[in-house]
């Protein structure tokens, strides 16, 4: 018969101790996004830009009508149309109806983005076109993306020397457009228009008189240099949200480790180390019960029952001179 088996006890403060690496280890796995959170700026919020570009020629130029190549990652961004202008337009300011878009939101006009139209302006026709070329209706530009749009703009006139930079700068709330059109490259026939919107409202320009309080737009000449000066005055607002969220975050951080170092210290390992006695737990001292207090009973005012048999008793032996002695058997 073989000996039956000792299952050895499992030691509770080792299982704790499991639990409690596992819980660690979970709770930071899920904090680590909001760490990372903390010391990352965002970059979805920041400047933004809107507003529109006219390239355009005359129908009888041989190089064609300027063509805007929107690269892939500007797509959702920029949306192209076809721009016919007029002999009774004015020179295109009553064919862009979309002159002054609203920061952040492409014109209500505009096609779907990269996705060019057929369509003429209105007034006009396709065989009485005075000019042909492209519109680009643009939203939601950073800054590096406006500064892209320059050199996708020079490229639409071909091989020409004709350049164009944009370049916007925050200083504090300030928002400093600083830019320029060199049209020494083309002929009278060509034309160019832009039109920049700011987030909020602009207090100094290079133009005689603004679109409206947060748009403007300039107009180079032909064989000249146009330069684009514009500020504008608003909130950063990369600054507000990236304030809120930090808050946010550091609270949850705090709470995240508060609730490691509450687990650790309350599953912490309390048994003994080597060389170390085992500490003694007192127990709390034990109070001694105290018997309730017995009263003693007053003696009664009844006489008592046994005063007359002892008196008799008194009395026999007074009169006989001895006390009579008990009868029995002798032997």
Not at 28 to 37: E, H, Q, V
Not at 190 to 200: I, N, P, R, W
Not at 265 to 294: E, F, I, L, N
């Amino acid at each position: 018969m073989q000996p039956a088996t000792t299952r050895r006890p499992t030691d509770p403060t080792r299982r704790r101790s499991a639990r409690t690496a596992v819980a660690s280890v979970l709770i930071l796995l899920t904090a680590i996004p909001l760490l990372s959170g903390c010391l990352t700026r965002s970059t979805t919020v920041g400047d933004r830009y809107a507003g529109t570009v006219i390239v355009a020629t005359s129908p009888d130029n041989p190089s064609g009508a300027p063509r805007l190549d929107i690269p892939e990652s500007m797509r959702n961004n920029v949306s192209t149309s076809d721009y016919r202008e007029g002999p009774n337009t004015g020179g295109g300011d009553s064919a862009n109806p979309s002159a002054s878009p609203s920061p952040g939101a492409p014109s209500a006009s505009a096609p779907s983005a990269g996705a060019p139209s057929t369509g003429t302006q209105p007034g006009t026709t396709g065989q009485g076109a005075s000019r042909v070329g492209t519109r680009a209706t643009f939203s939601d530009l950073t800054a590096g993306q406006l500064s892209q749009l320059g050199d996708i703009v020079a490229n639409a006139f071909g091989d020409t020397s004709m350049t164009m930079e944009l370049n916007a700068k925050r200083s504090g709330d300030v928002v400093r457009f600083r830019g320029s059109a060199d049209l020494n490259g083309l002929e009278e026939r060509d034309y160019l228009k832009f039109t920049l919107a700011f987030a909020g409202p602009i207090t100094a320009s290079n133009v005689a008189k603004q679109d409206s309080e947060t748009s403007v737009t300039w107009t180079p000449e032909p064989g000249k240099v146009t330069e684009f000066i514009a500020d504008a005055t608003y909130p950063d607002p990369a600054t507000a949200a990236f304030t809120g969220w930090t808050w946010l975050l550091v609270i949850v951080c705090l709470l995240v480790v508060a609730l490691v170092i509450w687990l650790a210290y309350s599953h912490r390992d309390t048994s003994p180390r080597p060389g170390r006695p085992r500490p003694v737990r007192r127990s709390a001292p034990v109070q001694k019960a105290t018997a309730p207090k017995t009263t003693t009973p007053k003696a009664s005012a009844q006489p008592s029952t046994t005063a007359p048999a002892a008196h008799a008793e008194s009395a026999t032996t007074t009169s006989g001179g001895e006390k009579p002695e008990s009868t029995g058997s002798a032997g």
